[in-house]
């Protein structure tokens, strides 16, 4: 296992995903309160709202920090940080304003405020989420008419035709891979959300090396020990399956082709046999 230096900033920085959902979560909770109040019936409920704003700051502030550091060690697309970022700052410097209008008994002003600063937070967690995971992860299983509203189809996109890579392969890289290694997110700068972008590689060189499994950086990394600092993906993210590698080592093996199809490249037994489940291709005779 390697050694990994301590850097305070990431450290910190690595914090965000836990606190950017406090202030989530305290902000629709005022926010629902609110609505609620504005009825005489729960007009009671408005009394709460002191508490949760005081609440709500020092979270605000410190996603806001946390996140800016964080920022600092990822291979982001610059214009949806620079969105998410300043979103994000916005959000905690609204949240201070609102408690010193709260405070001032300015209702009206302060109510105004809110709508702005939760439609603020939306978002500011929309483009966060894009960062994260891509800018078609809300839209890609959605409804025909709502996918392209919610960005589907932005980054790469499936390849199509009847090629082991298309059927097989990318199948497996996009559950595993692509989620950090896209258009919005290329760590280490590395995309795998294409053919051609995939064999360019990324910083350290290229990862596929056709006809060679054993020296593939592909292979070896997703085959090291999950506690191995080196090991692909990383701990907490989807993993694939024993059968899933057999199956990017057999294709990398049979040369890496990006049009030849499963048939062609003839795979034996075990790796037809998930090939096929991955596929639903008939059955190899």
Known sequence: ???TNFVLDQFVGRFHPLLV???IGFLLLLALLELLAVRPRFKHLAGTSRVILIASVPVTLGAALSGWLLAGGGDYRPDLLFQHRW?????AVCSVVLLVVH???QVRVYRWLLVGLVGLLAFAGHQGGSLTHGSDYLGKFAPGPLRGWLGAGKSGGAPQGNSAFAR?????LDRNCVSCHNAEKSKGGLRMDTFELLMKGGDDGVIIVAGKSAESELVRRTQLPPEDDDHMPPDGKPQPTSGE?????????AGASPDKSVAELNPPEDVARV???LTNLPAKK
């Not at 979103?87 to 959000?91: I, K, S, T």
């Open 1 to 3: 296992m390697n050694e």
């Open 21 to 23: 959902h406090l202030p």
């Open 87 to 91: 979103a994000g700052v916005a959000v």
């Open 103 to 105: 405070q001032r008994h």
């Open 168 to 172: 097989a392969v990318f199948p497996i």
């Open 245 to 253: 590698l057999a199956v990017m080592a057999w294709w990398i093996e």
């Open 275 to 277: 090939v096929q489940a």
